[in-house]
């Protein structure tokens, strides 16, 4: 039973464009939200968070967008680019953590 | 450098062969967990620990065990491995006791393949 689902499990947008990366959840009880960004070889690092008291949290090029009632969390990457060619997963919280299967990210020059 | 380490990072073994593998971070972190990565599945928890001593079931447990006899290491046990365990590990760890509005220091992953 995956609480947490990214559906499109790759994205390709070219350089300087916008990336959006999508994120549902079925459980009403998770607070907390974060996204991980995942490079070959290497482990899942944080990059931004939001909880559900939020519906949007900026940092630099990243913006995560909360819509509680959709159950659904996006990742705006703008503009995008080559180096933000990775695994980005979806996680969230309500004590524990769900992980989405993630999506890979591909971002042409 | 802080840092969550794992060793080793690729293992090929044959079913029913006990293997460890060893996760430390160096940060003082109270909770550590291990997490498995397999395609179309994300990652999932496997065992977690809140603190020394203290260890609890994931979504995935069985045929893994884990011990936390120290704050800093925290090694992830498959007393007979079984195919079915071939994935990517991931030993995770943050700095409060739980994992809630905290983030997580993920290792560099161990690939491992049972024969």
């Known amino acids: 039973d995956q609480q947490v689902k990214q559906n499109s499990p790759s994205l390709s947008v070219q350089e300087g464009r916008i990336s959006i990366l999508n994120c549902d959840y079925t459980?009403?009880?998770?607070?907390?939200f974060l996204w991980y960004k995942k490079y070959p070889a290497e482990g899942p690092t944080f990059l931004i968070s939001i909880s559900s008291i939020k519906d949007k949290n900026e940092d630099g090029r990243f913006t995560v967008f909360l819509n509680k009632s959709a159950k659904h969390l996006s990742l705006h990457i703008v503009p995008s680019q080559p180096g933000d060619s990775a695994v980005y997963f979806c996680a969230a919280s309500a004590g524990d953590m769900r992980f989405g299967a993630g999506t890979r990210l591909t971002v042409k020059p | 450098e802080a840092q969550v380490t794992q060793n080793p990072r690729y293992l090929i073994t044959v079913t029913g062969k006990k293997l460890t593998v060893t996760c430390s971070q160096n940060?003082?972190?109270?909770?550590m967990s291990w997490y498995r990565q397999d395609p179309g599945l994300g990652l999932r928890q496997i065992y977690y620990s809140m603190n020394v001593e203290v260890t609890d079931k994931g979504d995935v447990p069985e045929g893994y065990k884990v011990s936390r006899k120290e704050k800093r290491n925290f090694p992830l046990i498959l007393e007979s491995p079984s195919p079915n365990q071939t994935s990517l590990y991931f030993c995770?760890?943050?700095?409060?006791?739980?994992?809630?509005?905290?983030?997580?220091?993920f290792g560099p992953g161990t690939r491992l393949t049972v024969l």
């Open positions: 459980n009403s009880m998770f607070d907390y």
């Open positions: 995770a760890s943050s700095s409060h006791a739980s994992t809630y509005t905290d983030t997580q220091y």
């Open positions: 940060m003082n972190h109270e909770y």
